[in-house]
């Protein structure tokens, strides 16, 4: 197709323009070859005749479609006005500044802060590929930092462009990124400290110039270092070509570098007060712009970031305070002033200020400095002199020695900064990030700008070369052939600059001439160089020299040229500085003296090209120029040998106003940073390159069906092409793209629209034809009923008369009534011979049925009969099985209990035995006492014969006995107070005995009330077995009527019958077994009475021999209590004894009374028993009555049954011995309890008589004391009395341990009642279990002939729903229960929360054994257990969902089983009974509950990450509503190694299967719903969030038809919610975001009530990403239109009274707050079982 085809009418092309660079205009008449005009229509409406060179025709303009793409290389029509106008679309309409250019990221400055930079906008572009979201600066770091890891390479980021355009932000956002992406691992934070090193950077490097208010004033490098894992590690930091000419000089409307209007703000700080620093407009060097401040920038808070960053950088406040001093002393050095002495001479003014504080704070010698500004040494072959300077080269001196300190101090910082971002470690890989200057060109161009453009040229060529290796591998990919394509090569020009007899090396031997001038330098260059293409000389300037550079001619002032590049010092200047005591300082000086000298040294070792001429005063230094070249040549070394990256910044105006777009800066810009020529390059080759599925997709609408019909998509793709594009060199298929020249896509396009045009007129046609043939049809229809009517109406009027009108009548009438008539007649037959036929045939039917009844009811009555006899037979053989089992049982459980009574009765005979022996002694110790007391009558009598002899001799004595007798009451006195003191001792003895015997009496009732609940339990249990009994007995009569219907079987009776004999047989085996058991209990019962009568013997026995002994010892006590004092009676009182007796004695019938009550229950169950024998009788003689009409087996059957009864005759004696034992044991108990009234009574007596004998002893005792000598021995009694008195109290101590013991013994005896209890209900159990069993062998007999099949096993016995293990167990429970434990091998034979209803049931044991330490020892093991397996296995999703779900059943369980109010409310009662009981596990609850959270986030996590990659293809990517393409040619030209091939295309229904997958996960493992919902919510939330994130960061994605495609994805998600019944869970509400996104790409914009609709709908998004949607709407054809930038105003008018976040993009890190609801098990823990594969033997169920 020739380009001349497409200069149509109504195509539009691209004419020069003096304002806008370029001007779009319409044409209006098809041009043809040779016509020299061309016919436009300019946008403003008027007509513009054009003239061309048919040779060189006007660049075409893209289509609508194909304008505002994100890449320039994607247009179909390359050149510069459509770059410039795709660039204007963006910047001005859609506010996006990022946009590609091949592989460069071009990044217009906005001046405006945009919300495009959060860490969210990070992570969304991490992991993602560069092209698959909009161009972005994250995108071109990403991409880098993926091709490090991937291919272990470093890589450059080269960030370009002129002053002011954003180089430094972009430079700082790339760095930022790495810092994110890519945190270090250890903890001195490297990434902080390399994105810390910017502040103090910007503050020493950056100043204010009339284009940027922080424009860098130096090249900058920064290689961050990244260890084998690809974290920060470090960093290093270059430099190139600092500014310093900026530290002394100025130009209007500019600054010097902010560090030192930083320090003049804070020069009231009590920090600063030393520098003696004033304001900033009173130092030359920092006012000479005349500007001291910039708006919007606070220099006193950038001064505190710099400090702050200093710090954070490890530089100490020493280093800082050095730093501040050099600075301050470089602005008072620009204060100082010179006077003029003449022509050539000069000196300082005398007592300078300035000069004096730099001193000050430099530590330099005053007078040596003021000497060598003003003079200068010359050093000649014989001598040596000073010579004077003017002021000119004073004032020069002074600022070379500014500048010359400035850059050593920028130097000794970067060095800092380096040395601090160095940590330990290895480098595996660095990205280096390159930060500078672009190409400019001033009105005055000068060295700096020299060396800039050099810079460029160098990066231009590398650039170069770049971009053909990515083409060149492109096309190799490809397999397409590689053609050689002229691009702009500028090594010419590198070698005019950088080669020998160059620029710089003229300008170096120049420089090395003391008397060389820029005049003599420049008049070198025009004779060695010439005139060229490359160099010319200036025809209106003898002082300049031109350069054509790649971007466009530079004319460069030489003045300035050899100073700039020598920047030399005086030595003498040099040598002061290093003299300085000020250490920092004279580093700087020495260092370079050190440098100077290694250089000399290795001078050696290179040969220069010629001999240089040995320099003047030592400056055997090399020139700037040089060490620019060769920083420039290392730079370049690095750059090539890594992987670079592009980015240019352009500034958009001069005026730095946000969003406006001057185009001639603009295009001034893109072709010096190389973007046009990259576009020029593209443009020869195959700019435009699809996909075969894109092509498809979008031109499908130009194959024939013919050609869309073929299943190789690809081949229909080349068949097409061939046939609408004729020229096969205009496109190329690769394997996977097809690669179009310029032009062809606009071509394709123009095509695709006039098809789509023709279809729609065709169906435009169609549809209008269709509704004017209807409208002409009901027309025509209408037409013909009026014409019909009227013609009818005219017929009528015209045919018909009055007459003829009568006639017709008169007959109609009669044929009515005749035809009226004959139907009547008609029905009457019909219906006589209907009803006759139907009376015939429902006699017969009714005959028919009722035979059929009669014949049914008797067949019932015959085998009710039958099957009424065989329900009985069969009954009463199982009842009669069942009851002899259960009276062996019953009877052998009645003979342990008489057996315990037993042991009773002897347990109290034994303490009956034991009170009578303590009365013995008792009784012997009184007769001790009344052989005393006789002694004592004798001794009286003596003394009495004595007292008769001694009267005469009284009178003498008496004075001597009266004062013994005092002596004797004063001792008698202290004697009876120690008596009452040990009386007092006894008492209280007596009530601690009293005291404990009543504590242990009611020990006792409560151990009564525990026996006697045990026995309501056990009664209880006893009533449901009578229950259970009935319900079998009733289902056997059921089972009976049910066998008499099989009579009518008869013969196959029979053989069931004598199969059902065979097995009875077997089963009758067993009745010899039951005969041995009666007869084991007749012998066991003969030996309980052998037992019983000699027990009772034995109790006659003791009771008569403790009769006697009472009652033989009364009168013993009576002499025994003669001589007993009046305070003895406490001593001896016998009431405590008694009333322990007594105690004991009620202790004794609470007992009896419960063995009462459990016989009386016995004797009721053994009755019942007997009824049933009896029963079971009756029933034996039917059974023997039928089994004698049958045959010789049935015979067998009623012998064995006749035996039977006879062994059943037993029960009744049976019955009567048990009641003679009953019988025996009450005549016991009444003997027992009249012994116990005697005893009481002789109690009584004895106590009576103490009395009387207390008070008959107290007369006698004053008796005694008349006599002097009675009373001495009676002292001698008393004292023995009281050793007496000791001893009987140890007696009591021994009796009261006694009966401690006894009580210890009533104890154990109730414990092993306990026991005997257990053992009790362990043998019903297990009688229940042989009943069950022979109940479901009885069965099998009766449904053998139906199935022979075994029953199910018997019904275990009730557990208490608690697991004992042992503690040493505790590691293999844990062990297998939770680290070894597999989810899939559970949830297949087992709930899936068994081992958390495993893990609790131990639990409840450690609480039942009231074990603290094994409890917390086992829930400390549990907890850490499923913190090791999540930890573990943190990312096998099907363990964690396992977890999640057993660890929430675990803390329902501890919530429901707590016992707390609030979790009974839906229990059972069995459930309540099983609460714990004696510890508050709330604390662990909260442990477990914090470690759920843990395990659920993690959960959300692994979902998270697995379903995240299909979440963008299957909700944006994939066309989910077919017809309906939402894709546009985009032709984006990724990255080659960015992309991989054969990648699985996910769909809509990919997530949908993902999100069943995690569905059934959870349920499977038997997850709560409420949890689950919580899950999903969860999950729809990053769903929705993530799809909306990408619509803000992918323009193509903002078209109507992608909202629809939205929109019914969103529907399919809510279908999935409603088919698992979670529309409960609010999941659809985290989408309504995504919702009204998609609404908002449909909805029309174009009016301000389409304005105020979408604030009204869109309450959910907030303003600025309304606004981003807008902005970044993108028609998919022509027929749509694109949203004016008046209208986003519009809304963003409507939008500020809204408030709302400014946050671009959703957090899809967000997590709702988790509950966990709580949700009772109605699982009953006493029917768990453990099942064999877990391997927990060791468990036992309780």
Not at 20 to 25: D, P
Not at 426 to 442: N, P, R
Request: aromatic fraction near 8%.
């Amino acid at each position: 197709m020739a380009l001349l085809e497409l200069y149509t009418k109504y195509n539009r092309v691209w004419i020069p323009d003096a304002e806008h660079v370029w001007q779009s205009a319409e044409i209006t008449r098809d041009f043809h070859s040779g016509e020299t005009l061309l016919e436009l229509l300019l946008e403003d409406g008027t007509d513009y005749h054009y003239p061309v060179d048919p040779s060189k025709l006007p660049p075409l303009r893209n289509p609508d479609i194909l304008v505002g793409e994100n890449d320039l290389t994607a247009l179909s029509y390359l050149h510069e006005p459509a770059v410039l106008h795709n660039l204007k679309v963006r910047f001005v309409e859609s506010r996006i500044i990022y946009t590609y250019c091949g592989i460069i990221l071009v990044a217009v400055n906005p001046y405006k802060q945009l919300h495009i930079y959060g860490d969210a906008i990070i992570h969304a572009y991490s992991g993602q590929n560069m092209g698959d979201m909009d161009p972005h600066i994250f995108a071109v770091a990403e991409e880098a930092y993926k091709q490090m890891a991937r291919n272990h390479k470093n890589q450059s980021i080269i960030v370009s462009g002129e002053s002011g355009a954003g180089k430094t932000v972009s430079a700082r956002y790339a760095m930022r990124y790495f810092a994110v992406v890519s945190k270090s691992g250890s903890k001195t934070r490297v990434e902080d400290k390399v994105l810390a090193s910017n502040p103090i950077t910007e503050a020493i490097g950056n100043a204010k110039t009339t284009r940027n208010d922080n424009s860098s004033r130096f090249g900058k490098y920064t290689e961050i270092s990244f260890d084998r894992r690809y974290r920060i590690i470090g960093a290093n930091m270059r430099t190139y070509l600092l500014e310093k000419s900026r530290v002394v000089f100025q130009s209007d409307n500019e600054r010097n570098y902010h560090i030192f209007y930083q320090m003049c703000s804070c020069a009231d700080s009590p920090e600063f007060k030393n520098l003696r620093l004033l304001s900033a407009d009173k130092f030359r060097y920092t006012c000479m712009g005349g500007h001291i401040t910039i708006e919007g920038v606070d220099d006193g808070k950038d001064m505190e970031e710099t400090r702050r960053t200093f710090t954070l950088l490890g530089l100490k406040e020493d280093f800082q305070s050095d730093v501040f001093k050099v600075l301050a002393a470089v602005l008072h050095l620009g204060n100082v002033e010179f006077k003029k002495l003449g022509d050539e001479k000069s000196s300082v003014a005398p007592s300078d200020h300035h000069l004096e504080v730099f001193c000050d704070l430099l530590d330099v010698s005053a007078e040596g400095l003021e000497r060598w500004l003003c003079n200068r040494r010359i050093v000649l072959v014989a001598e040596t002199f000073v010579k004077p300077v003017s002021k000119e080269r004073a004032i020069t001196a002074r600022d070379v020695l500014a500048k010359q300190i400035y850059a050593h101090l920028f130097d000794c910082i970067i060095n800092q900064i380096n040395t601090a971002l160095q940590v330990p470690g290895k480098q595996h890989a660095f990205i280096g990030v390159l930060d500078i200057y672009g190409f400019e060109t001033f009105d005055i161009n000068s060295f700096e700008q020299f060396c800039i453009n050099y810079a460029n040229e160098k990066l231009q060529q590398q650039f170069n070369l770049h971009v053909f290796k990515l083409e060149q591998e492109e096309y190799m990919k490809e397999d397409i052939p590689w053609t050689l394509i002229d691009f702009y090569d500028n090594q010419p020009l590198i070698d005019l600059i950088e080669a020998k007899m160059g620029i710089l090396d003229l300008l170096d031997e120049e420089c090395s001439f003391p008397q060389g001038t820029d005049q003599s330098w420049l008049q070198k260059l025009y004779n060695y160089i010439g005139a060229g293409p490359l160099f010319e000389k200036p025809r209106l300037s003898s002082e300049a020299f031109v350069i054509q550079h790649f971007a466009d001619k530079v004319e460069y002032q030489c003045r300035g040229f050899l100073e700039k590049n020598r920047d030399a010092l005086y030595e003498e200047l040099v040598d002061a500085m290093r003299a300085s005591k000020f250490s920092f300082l004279a580093s700087f000086f020495q260092e370079e003296e050190q440098q100077q000298s290694s250089a000399a040294s290795k001078g050696i070792k290179v040969k220069p090209a010629r001999p240089s001429v040995k320099p003047a005063n030592k400056q055997l230094r090399t020139s700037v120029g040089d060490k620019f070249r060769s920083s420039l040549s290392l730079l370049m070394e690095t750059l090539n040998a890594t992987t670079p990256h592009y980015v240019r910044c352009i500034k958009p105006n001069d005026e730095k106003l946000p969003f406006e777009y001057d185009s001639r800066r603009v295009v001034q810009q893109l072709r010096a940073c190389g973007v046009l020529e990259t576009i020029r390059i593209s443009a020869q080759s195959y700019p435009s390159r699809w996909t075969y599925i894109e092509f498809y997709s979008r031109y499908s609408v130009l194959m024939s069906h013919l050609e869309a019909d073929l299943n190789d998509k690809k081949q229909t793709c080349k068949n097409v092409l061939q046939r609408l594009i004729q020229d096969s060199n205009q496109y190329k298929f690769g394997r996977t793209k097809i690669f179009f020249r310029a032009g062809q896509v606009a071509y394709l396009e123009k095509l695709r629209l006039d098809r789509l045009r023709g279809a729609c007129v065709t169906i435009q046609k169609h549809v209008r034809g269709w509704s004017q043939r209807r409208t002409y049809l009901r027309t025509r229809e209408a037409a013909i009923v009026l014409q019909q009517y009227l013609r009818g109406q005219r017929t009528v009027r015209k045919t018909v008369t009055a007459a003829a009108l009568k006639q017709g009548w008169a007959a109609m009438v009669i044929q009515t009534h005749w035809r009226g008539y004959r139907m009547r007649q008609i029905y009457q037959a019909v219906l006589l011979a209907s009803i006759t036929i139907q009376a015939f045939t429902r006699g017969w039917m009714a005959r028919k049925q009722y035979n059929k009844m009669m014949k049914e009811h008797k067949a019932l009555v015959l085998q009710k009969y039958a099957r009424a006899w065989l329900a009985r037979r069969r009954f009463q053989t199982m009842r009669r099985l069942v009851l002899n089992v259960q009276l062996s049982f019953r009877v052998q459980q009645l003979r342990k209990k008489i057996e315990e009574q037993n042991k009773e009765n002897r347990g109290l005979m034994e303490r009956l035995t034991g009170l009578a022996n303590s009365h013995s002694q008792t009784v012997d110790r009184l007769h001790g006492l009344e052989a005393q007391l006789e002694k004592s009558t004798n001794l009286k009598a003596s003394l009495e014969a004595m007292g008769r002899k001694a009267k005469e001799d009284a009178s003498s004595t008496i004075a001597q006995l009266q004062k013994e007798i005092e002596a004797l009451n004063l001792e008698k006195q202290n004697l009876e107070k120690k008596l009452e003191a040990s009386i007092r001792e006894a008492k209280e003895s007596f009530d601690q005995v009293r005291r404990n015997l009543l504590e242990e009496k009611e020990s006792e009732a409560r151990l009564r009330k525990i026996a006697e609940n045990n026995i309501d339990i056990q009664r209880q249990d006893h009533k449901t077995e009578v229950e259970t009994l009935k319900e079998e007995i009733k289902r056997l009569k059921e089972e009976r009527v049910s066998l008499q219907r099989k009579v009518e079987e008869g013969a196959q009776v029979n053989s069931d019958l004598q199969e059902q004999v065979i097995q009875l047989t077997k089963h009758v085996k067993a009745i010899p077994e039951l005969r041995r058991d009666l007869n084991n209990l007749q012998n066991q019962r003969n030996n309980m009475d052998r037992k019983m009568k000699q027990q009772s013997e034995q109790a006659r026995a003791k009771m008569k021999e403790i009769a006697r002994q009472l009652i033989g010892g009364v009168v013993e006590e009576e002499v025994l209590l003669g001589l007993t004092p009046d305070d003895s009676e406490k001593i001896y009182e016998p009431e405590d004894l008694l009333a322990a007796f007594e105690g004991l004695q009620k202790a004794t019938r609470i007992l009896e009374n419960h063995q009462r009550e459990q016989r009386e229950s016995y004797e009721t169950r053994v009755e019942g028993l007997t009824l049933k024998v009896d029963h079971l009788q009756n029933e034996n003689s039917k059974l023997q009555n039928l089994f004698q009409e049958k045959s010789n087996v049935n015979e067998d059957i009623r012998q064995e049954v006749s035996r039977l009864s006879t062994e059943n005759s037993v029960i009744p004696e049976l019955k009567l011995q048990v009641s003679e034992l009953q019988r025996q044991k009450q005549e016991l108990e009444a003997h027992v309890n009249e012994q116990s009234r005697e005893l009481a009574e002789k109690k009584q007596e004895i106590t009576h008589t103490l009395h009387r004998r207390i008070t008959e002893e107290s007369s006698q005792r004053e008796y005694f004391e008349e006599k002097a000598k009675e009373l001495e021995e009676v002292k001698e009694e008393l004292q023995c009395r009281v050793d007496d008195l000791e001893e009987e109290n140890d007696h009591l101590k021994r009796q009261q341990l006694m009966e401690g013991e006894v009580k210890r013994k009533l104890r154990e005896e109730t414990s092993q009642l306990t026991a005997v209890n257990m053992d009790f209900e362990e043998l019903l159990d297990q009688k229940d279990r042989l009943i069950k069993k022979l109940q479901s062998q009885i069965k099998s007999l009766e449904t053998s002939q139906k199935a022979k099949q075994t029953s199910t096993s018997a019904i275990p016995k009730e557990y208490l729903g608690m697991l004992e293990y042992r503690r040493e167990d505790e590691g293999r429970l844990i062990q297998n229960i939770v680290l070894d434990l597999k989810p899939k091998g559970v949830v297949v034979n087992m709930i899936p929360s068994l081992p958390a209803y495993i893990l609790f049931m131990c639990v409840r044991h450690g609480d039942y054994l009231n074990d603290e330490a094994k409890l917390k020892s086992l829930m400390n093991a549990i907890i850490g257990a499923v913190k090791k397996v999540v930890v573990g296995h943190h990312k096998d999703l099907e363990l964690l969902s396992f977890w999640l779900s057993n660890t929430y059943q675990l803390l329902n369980c501890l919530k429901q089983y707590s016992g707390e109010e609030e979790f009974l409310k839906q229990s059972t009662p069995r459930q309540k009974k099983n609460c714990l009981r004696n510890f508050d596990l709330s604390e662990h609850r909260q442990i477990l509950s914090d470690l759920a959270i843990q395990i659920y986030h993690q959960f959300i996590s692994v979902m998270q990450k697995t379903l995240t990659p299909t979440i963008v293809p299957g909700m944006l990517e994939h066309e989910s509503l077919q017809g309906i393409s939402s894709m546009k040619p985009t032709g984006l030209r990724k990255r080659s190694n960015s992309t991989y091939e054969d990648a699985e295309a996910y769909t809509i229904s990919s997530i949908l299967q993902q999100l069943s997958i995690f569905h059934s996960n959870m349920s499977h493992h038997g997850m709560d719903q409420g949890l689950i919902k919580q899950a999903i919510k969860q999950l729809f939330f990053v769903v929705g969030a993530t799809t909306l994130n990408h619509i803000m960061l992918r323009k193509d994605m903002c078209s109507c038809r992608k909202g629809m495609q939205i929109r019914c994805n969103i529907s399919y998600l809510e279908e999935w919610l409603k088919e698992k019944e979670l529309q409960s869970s609010h999941a659809i509400d985290t989408l309504r975001p995504l919702a009204q996104a998609a609404w908002l790409l449909q909805v029309n914009k174009s009016t301000d009530d389409d304005a105020k609709e979408i604030i009204d709908k869109c309450p959910e998004l907030n303003p600025v990403q309304i606004v981003k949607i807008l902005n970044s709407y993108t028609p998919i054809d022509d027929f749509e239109k694109r949203v004016t930038s008046a209208f986003v105003r519009k809304v963003q008018s409507l939008l500020q009274d809204h408030e709302g976040s400014t946050q671009l993009m959703l957090d899809t890190d967000y997590r709702f707050q988790v509950t966990f609801p709580f949700c009772p098990s109605l699982q009953a823990l006493e029917l768990l079982q453990v099942p064999s594969s877990l391997y927990l033997d060791f468990l036992t169920r309780i």
